[in-house]
């Protein structure tokens, strides 16, 4: 099966300051990575996706991620966090069944905690 | 505007009593996702449709059951038999299930309490 790891519980930044919220996978064959945001009681809201082509792929909000095939990373970054940026954070790969149908794992998820 | 809708967005339950959470979607979907949200723990998936009257289980199906009569609609069943229910759950929709690159949209989620 594949998966996703989210080494940081919570990443800590000032704001103005660039940040990065790290992501390493785990599959089989190439990999489908995506990553969302979630605000508290909400649900979870999609910010960009790596398919395949360019390794950095840029997403909503200001954010993009940068795909390492060799390090098998996929880490969301931004130049310039904002306050509002302060969130919780998921990294995901598209996993298969045998059915031949496809779900999204999860990884745990960071909190990003934006200072002003 | 297009979206998922999850209702109620809190519900209090006694233990021992099977409790229904609504989803339902108007974006024409054809796959519909439950997830379950622990702190700590991600997202963990219960069950998943991929067209109408089919359901496969996921990781943590024991305790839970769903259907799915309608494109629309993919009401999730927490019965007794579910040890720790209280959790906060999430339903999303995706195009089709085989389209590996589509996104799942999420709904703003059904925070159950079971005392």
């Known amino acids: 099966a594949q998966s996703v790891a989210q080494p940081e519980d919570q990443v800590n930044v000032a704001e103005g300051n660039p940040l990065t919220v790290k992501c390493t996978y785990s599959?089989?064959?190439?990999?489908?990575l995506f990553w969302y945001v979630q605000y508290p009681n909400r649900g979870l809201q999609f910010l960009l996706k790596?398919?395949?082509?360019?390794?950095l792929v840029k997403g909503s909000y200001g954010f993009e991620a940068e795909f390492n095939k060799s390090q098998t990373s996929f880490h969301l970054k931004k130049p310039s966090a904002l306050v509002s940026d302060s969130a919780l954070y998921f990294c995901?790969?598209?996993?298969?069944?045998?059915?031949?149908?496809?779900?999204?794992?999860f990884g745990k998820g960071t909190m990003l905690l934006v200072s002003p | 505007d297009g979206g998922i809708t999850q209702s109620p967005k809190y519900l209090f339950r006694k233990e021992g009593q099977n409790v229904t959470l609504s989803c339902e979607q108007n974006l024409n979907h054809d796959a519909m996702y439950w997830y379950r949200q622990d702190p700590g723990q991600g997202l963990r998936l219960i069950y998943y449709s991929q067209i109408v009257n089919d359901f496969q289980k996921g990781d943590i199906a024991e305790g839970y059951s769903v259907s799915r009569e309608k494109k629309e609609s993919f009401p999730l069943t927490v019965t007794s038999a579910q040890k720790n229910p209280t959790a906060f759950y999430l339903c999303?929709?995706?195009?089709?299930?085989?389209?590996?690159?589509?996104?799942?949209?999420f709904g703003n989620g059904t925070r159950l309490t079971v005392t």
């Open positions: 599959v089989s064959g190439n990999p489908y």
């Open positions: 999303a929709s995706s195009i089709q299930g085989q389209r590996w690159d589509s996104p799942l949209h």
């Open positions: 790596y398919i395949t082509g360019d390794n």
């Open positions: 995901a790969v598209r996993d298969f069944a045998n059915s031949g149908y496809s779900t999204l794992t």
